[in-house]
């Protein structure tokens, strides 16, 4: 994928209600800088200008967020009944995201499961970051859990890497990075998370790969081209598969419509079990998911 354009903006799903892109890496969903004219806010106005909502601060409500850094499937509901509709399935913790990244070194499982804590860091000059439990000036660290799944060793430039596709099953800012880090295989190209020494690559090798939204309107379920692969970037040289993409993401699709359908039955189960299922619903997670949903929905002006 070319560096982002105005006018090269990839599209990978549309309907009356909702529109995917592919967003490029090294460009923010909006801001409000005056020099800043490159934003995805500004692709969409230019590919759409009939879809832009005047009464929205960002003309578009974007349901969900991807770092400056990272490409890939991003969201876009087109009016505020499709938002209401995918913020109740963030809330319900019905949507399905994995992300595939680069990350250093060789990693000898082929697949972990990531559950170190993550906090504001509040060291001087670090409050940009993130940081795990433990860690020096580490506040109000909160639980997460990430899923890594080993799909390709091979070499980056000469350098060994692994190809993984990572889940992220909670939504921490900077989750995945900050957890890649944490183990010992930083993301590749991650300048911020490498302790600024990754600065060689051209970009951060991280990409939203897989977006499922089951929402009452329609299922939303799209991959967002791979673009590690050796045909588009030769640093890439892949030398043993571990696990095949197509058939991780059958698991992982496998996975969530199993979840939909039993949290569906919950929904509809009288007595002990709907108890059950609204205690859950109330978990310390849960409702920070469903404060962050809310503060996405009051960003863009939903309410």
Known sequence: MEPGTIDNLCILYQSPDFIVVNKHWDIRIDSKMWYETLTLQSQLKHRFPELADPDTYYGFRFCHQLDFSTSGALCVALNKAAAGSAYKCFKDRLVTKAYLALVRGHVDQSRMTIRYAIGKNTVEGMTHMMCIEGTEGCENPKPCQSELIVLEHGSYSGDPVTKVLLQPLTGRTHQLRVHCSAIGHPIVGDFTYSHKKDS????????????????????????????????????????????????????????????????????????????????????????????????????????
């Open 200 to 303: 060689g690559p051209y970009r951060m090798m991280l990409h939203a790969y897989y977006l499922r939204i089951p929402t009452s309107k329609e299922l939303i379920e799209v991959c967002a081209p791979d673009p590690f692969v050796t045909a588009l970037d030769g640093n890439w040289v892949p030398q043993r598969v571990v696990h095949r993409l197509d058939e991780t993401i059958q698991e992982l699709k496998d996975k969530a419509v199993q979840k939909g359908d039993v949290g569906q039955s919950q929904q509809a189960m009288p007595g002990d079990k709907g108890e059950e299922a609204l205690s859950k619903a109330k978990s310390p997670e849960l409702e920070e998911q469903r404060v962050q949903c809310e503060q996405w929905l009051a960003e863009w002006a939903l309410e």
